[in-house]
């Protein structure tokens, strides 16, 4: 893999947020602006792996492959329908990761060892590594976070989704601390927001007022397009460009790649 590239884990621990549609729409859009993306599906779920068209038969070697038995992240990355996007699939099989790495030497640093090892062969680097997150603090979530540069976090426009950031704070405060000090906080994105909904734009002013710049302008409104993709196995982005869920992923593709080119004059 390219030392070049970004290393994003998509995470909140309060499930149904959109996390998994952002990480897969998210994806796309940064492809379709011409970047190289891997995604790492963490989830024993799989559903990003569903999501983008890898159908659970074709799942010959996975994160779990990578995680466990050590197999280069080349091998398991595997093209999906969008030109430059990549994905490494998941399965059931991720279940047991807590259990048979319990003794292993690097237990929380086995993705991050993966993903930094030189690559195999003339294998392209990536720009941009989105992790899907399992909803839980787990060896999974821990892993991902060990091997990435910032987090972005999905949040959605609901009362009980402050309480769930609180806790995603204090996780990844927990992880600059103990397994991966440069860890920041790359952006949240506002996700489901329904604008015939006080609650929407009460949650937004609320996120904003405590975050300020760290929020994204580009928010993910509710959206019945990209709802449906998931069931066809496409990103919403291939199964309805103008619907308004997949411009608000362009809108925030474009915004996450001005952020890391300010990101880069400053350093």
């Given at each position: 893999?390219?030392?070049?590239?970004?290393?994003?884990?998509?995470?909140?621990?309060?499930?149904?947020?959109?996390?998994?549609?952002?990480?897969?729409?998210?994806?796309?859009?940064?492809?379709?602006?011409?970047?190289?993306?891997?995604?790492?599906?963490?989830?024993?779920?799989?559903?990003?792996?569903?999501?983008?068209?890898?159908?659970?038969?074709?799942?010959?070697?996975?994160?779990?492959?990578?995680?466990?038995?050590?197999?280069?992240?080349?091998?398991?990355?595997?093209?999906?329908?969008?030109?430059?996007?990549?994905?490494?699939?998941?399965?059931?099989?991720?279940?047991?990761?807590?259990?048979?790495?319990?003794?292993?030497?690097?237990?929380?640093?086995?993705?991050?060892?993966?993903?930094?090892?030189?690559?195999?062969?003339?294998?392209?680097?990536?720009?941009?590594?989105?992790?899907?997150?399992?909803?839980?603090?787990?060896?999974?979530?821990?892993?991902?976070?060990?091997?990435?540069?910032?987090?972005?976090?999905?949040?959605?426009?609901e009362f009980f989704a402050l309480e769930g950031l609180t806790q995603l704070m204090k996780t990844i405060e927990m992880v600059r601390q103990?397994?991966?000090?440069?860890?920041?906080?790359?952006?949240?994105?506002?996700?489901?927001?329904?604008?015939?909904?006080?609650?929407?734009?009460?949650?937004e002013a609320d996120v904003r007022a405590h975050f300020g710049d760290k929020v994204y302008d580009a928010v993910i409104p509710r959206n019945v397009r990209v709802?449906?993709?998931?069931?066809?196995?496409?990103?919403?982005?291939?199964?309805?460009?103008?619907?308004?869920?997949?411009?608000?992923?362009?809108?925030?593709?474009?915004?996450?790649?001005?952020?890391?080119?300010?990101?880069?004059?400053?350093?």
């Amino acid at each position: 893999m390219s030392v070049k590239s970004r290393v994003l884990a998509v995470s909140n621990q309060k499930g149904g947020v959109g996390k998994t549609t952002t990480a897969i729409n998210l994806g796309t859009a940064l492809a379709a602006i011409g970047q190289r993306v891997l995604i790492v599906d963490m989830d024993p779920q799989g559903n990003a792996s569903t999501g983008l068209g890898v159908p659970r038969e074709t799942r010959r070697v996975t994160i779990y492959d990578v995680i466990v038995d050590g197999r280069p992240v080349q091998e398991a990355a595997v093209a999906t329908q969008v030109p430059g996007l990549h994905i490494i699939p998941a399965d059931a099989d991720m279940s047991g990761v807590e259990i048979e790495l319990s003794q292993a030497d690097r237990r929380s640093y086995r993705l991050s060892d993966a993903l930094h090892a030189p690559p195999v062969g003339s294998a392209a680097p990536y720009d941009y590594v989105l992790i899907d997150c399992p909803p839980s603090l787990n060896l999974l979530t821990l892993n991902a976070m060990a091997a990435a540069d910032a987090v972005l976090v999905p949040l959605q426009c609901e009362f009980f989704a402050l309480e769930g950031l609180t806790q995603l704070m204090k996780t990844i405060e927990m992880v600059r601390q103990s397994l991966n000090p440069k860890l920041e906080i790359q952006g949240l994105v506002l996700t489901m927001y329904d604008r015939r909904n006080a609650l929407s734009g009460q949650v937004e002013a609320d996120v904003r007022a405590h975050f300020g710049d760290k929020v994204y302008d580009a928010v993910i409104p509710r959206n019945v397009r990209v709802s449906e993709a998931p069931s066809f196995g496409k990103p919403a982005l291939i199964y309805d460009l103008k619907c308004a869920g997949s411009q608000a992923y362009l809108r925030l593709a474009r915004e996450v790649v001005a952020r890391e080119r300010t990101r880069l004059q400053v350093a």
